[in-house]
């Protein structure tokens, strides 16, 4: 089985890196956009790998190797952050995913070496840019691009929001730079599949004596999942169907922001792979996994744990339960328990909720304006005192009550006061729950939103410390 690593790389960051390189590829031709490209990639890659753990955020897959290996008869891997795939036919070769934009044309080049031929496909797990990134390096006269019915409306969303986004994930990755990179072939959307397959439907096709089958595996990283399977070998080609690791508790919907993802759909998806009943699963991050009986069992696994949260999430919604009380009270049994790093069981809860009642938690009558809570928070603080609420909070979170002390500490903090006594109360609360992370699920987002926390609170200390001295 593959040793169980973690991926802290969102879609864009590696991408960011080389933004502050200035480079014109719009107008130079092919080989030299992808000599330019190689160049790139690596000042980007040896720029993350020199980073610190805390700035990376422990991107264990920016020191895998970029080199090739070959993992059975016709499959070919190229590794790196994310792997490529060449199958080769008599006929000429197929591709699937190609990898992140800074390393695909390195990618390109060494798989190109060692398996050299026309390429006649190449399929697109998904839209997210360490799949698609290097796409362009790999397309020639006739190469047909494939990728589910619902890409272009992927690519055209992460488009339309790629500021927001971005400065949504620089937030969990402050290794990013500020602005997504302006590089022609880094820029996102690039990428017009000319072959569409939609749910329910199977691209099967026979090339040079191997037999390929294209289908559909929505509810993961997005509504358009593609796997590949190599019916005679046996082999699954999943992108990030199962996440970086395999098995664990999968991002039902992931805190990073992007469109929901369906709980149901990515059962029955799961239930599409069980009974292809897989020899061997290539996953687009990390190591080949092996072994017929250990994948089923893990796959069952799997889509009994969603099936587990999401049947809970329903009954306690027809008990009358709250969004909250369900966070608390969910969790895996036993024998479904399942690697937390990536996906959460407490956030598929409210996420699960909120995919089937929306926003509207009919709580309070407040939440149907645009007025929030926040806006009263410092009337309160006064009425109560300032001190009284950080003293009241420290009791919190001295007993152990994180939460509720964290609470009180958002009516001292409000409007931006940078009342001291309450921002060291709450890079005690910060520190305690990372910790707590840490030894905990050590989710890797929950990690990096509270280290982004704290550095926050630790600038706005520093400013109160001016305060005062000034
Ligand atoms: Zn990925």
Not at 28 to 57: F, N, P, V, W, Y
Not at 109 to 125: C, D, Y
Not at 297 to 311: C, E, F, G, P
């Amino acid at each position: 089985m593959t040793p169980l690593r973690q991926l802290r790389t969102p879609v864009f960051a590696l991408l960011a890196l080389v933004a502050t390189v200035t480079l014109g590829c719009d107008d130079l031709q092919k080989s030299a956009e992808l000599k330019s490209a190689e160049m790139i990639g690596d000042i980007a890659t040896e720029r993350l790998a020199s980073l610190g753990e805390t700035e990376r955020a422990a991107n264990d897959l920016i020191n895998v190797p970029i080199e090739v290996r070959q993992l059975d008869d016709v499959v070919w891997q190229v590794r790196g952050v994310a792997n490529t795939h060449l199958i080769k036919t008599s006929e000429g070769n197929v591709i699937f995913d190609t990898g992140l934009a800074t390393q695909a044309a390195k990618q390109r080049r060494l798989l190109g070496e060692a398996v050299p031929g026309k390429i006649t496909h190449v399929i697109l797990s998904h839209s997210h840019q360490d799949h698609a990134g290097g796409t362009q390096f790999w397309v020639e006269e006739g190469t047909d691009i494939v990728a589910h019915q619902e890409y272009p409306e992927e690519q055209r969303y992460l488009k339309a929001l790629e500021p927001y986004l971005w400065h949504r994930n620089r937030t969990l990755f402050p290794f990013m730079p500020e602005e997504p990179p302006n590089i022609g072939f880094l820029e996102y959307g690039n990428v017009v599949p000319n072959v569409l397959v939609d749910d329910g439907d199977v691209l099967r096709f026979e090339q040079g004596g191997v037999r390929f089958e294209v289908i559909p595996t929505p509810g993961a990283e997005g509504v358009d999942n593609l796997s590949l399977w190599l019916p005679d070998q046996k082999i699954f080609f999943s992108g990030d169907f199962f996440g970086p690791l395999f098995p664990q508790f999968p991002n039902v919907f992931t805190m990073r922001g992007e469109k929901i993802r369906k709980p149901i759909e990515y059962t029955r998806s799961l239930d599409t792979v069980i009974a292809l009943e897989p020899e061997m699963i290539v996953p687009s991050h990390n190591d080949p996994i092996e072994g017929k009986e250990g994948i089923k069992a893990s796959l069952i696994k799997m889509r009994d744990a969603v099936q587990h949260v999401h049947d809970a999430v329903i009954a306690g919604m027809n008990a009358g339960k709250t969004v909250h009380e369900l966070m608390a009270e969910i969790s895996l049994p036993p024998e479904l328990e399942l690697s937390q790093v990536h996906g959460r069981v407490s956030w598929a809860v409210k996420s699960i909720w909120e995919y089937y009642a929306t926003w509207f938690h009919f709580d309070t009558t407040t939440e149907l304006y645009s007025v929030p809570a926040s806006a009263v928070w410092s009337e309160v603080a006064k009425l109560a005192g300032v001190e009284n609420l950080v003293a009241h909070a420290n009791a919190h979170i001295e007993a152990g009550r994180l939460i509720e002390g964290l609470h009180l500490l958002e009516f001292v903090l409000a409007d931006g006061n940078n009342h001291l006594a309450g921002l060291e109360a709450r890079k005690q609360v910060l520190e305690d729950l990372l910790e707590q992370s840490r030894e905990d699920l050590d989710n890797s987002y929950e990690n990096d939103w509270l280290r982004y926390r704290l550095r926050d609170t630790d600038a706005r200390i520093a400013a109160a410390e001016g305060e005062a001295a000034g």
